[in-house]
Antibody
């Protein structure tokens, strides 16, 4: 069974940094694109970033561009999200998701999420 | 960026009812649309992809239709476990965007 397990969420001060990790299992990780999606408390889903299967191509939401960096280590079956210059509005549950491996981009496997709180 | 607009934002219904939720895209996306269900405190679950394809394991009472800019999620006979929040999402290009969500409540 395909599984994703996020870690690294924490309470951090505005302007601080955090690195989220997502370990995959149960599927050939290096074949799949991966995404990060976030959800602020009581709000809807917001796509954050994606990375292709070999890490050579990445995309970001405008709200995080220049502050967040997505990366992956296929040998460790892990995708990362480095978050710098954190703001209060980055407070959210961050989900790691798997792209469904088709011509269009949907998310067919989700982790349980890790919580990031940015507050002084 | 492509904007996704769902309606209604909330709907009340009874067990056994048929319910439809709509999603409009700000520009044509062919059939590049997905629907998700989210339970409180849980990660979303993919229900429908490519506008009308049922994800494996999803009950057949869920169906999707539409193309271009207008899409519909139909639940044919509501079960107690269906009273959750539903999101549409376009998969046409980046940035991916979601609708604002529709909360399905018990009447």
């Amino acid at each position: 069974e395909a599984q994703l397990v996020e870690s690294g969420g924490d309470l951090v001060h505005p302007g601080g940094s955090l690195r989220l990790s997502c370990e995959a299992s149960g599927f050939p990780f290096s074949n799949f694109w991966m995404h990060w999606v976030r959800q602020a408390p009581g709000k809807g889903l917001v796509w954050v970033s994606r990375i292709n299967n070999d890490g050579s191509d990445r995309s970001y939401a405008d709200s995080v561009k220049g502050r967040f960096t997505i990366s992956r280590d296929n040998a460790k079956n892990t995708v990362y999200l480095q978050m710098n210059s954190l703001r209060a509005e980055d407070t959210a549950v961050y989900y790691c998701t798997r792209d469904n491996y088709g011509p269009h981009h949907y998310m067919d496997v989700w982790g349980k999420g890790t919580t990031v709180t940015v507050s002084s | 960026d492509i904007q996704m607009t769902q309606s209604p934002s909330s709907v009340s219904a009874s067990v056994g009812d048929r319910v439809t939720i709509t999603c409009r895209a700000s520009q044509g996306i062919a059939s590049s649309l997905a629907w998700y269900q989210q339970k409180p405190g849980r990660a979303p679950q993919l229900l429908i992809y490519d506008a009308s394809n049922l994800q494996s394991g999803v009950p057949s009472r869920f169906s999707g239709s539409g193309s271009g800019t207008y899409f519909i999620l139909t639940i044919s006979s509501l079960q107690p476990e269906d009273f959750e929040t539903y999101y549409c999402q376009h998969g046409d290009s980046f940035p991916i965007t979601f609708g604002q969500g529709t909360r399905l409540e018990i009447k």
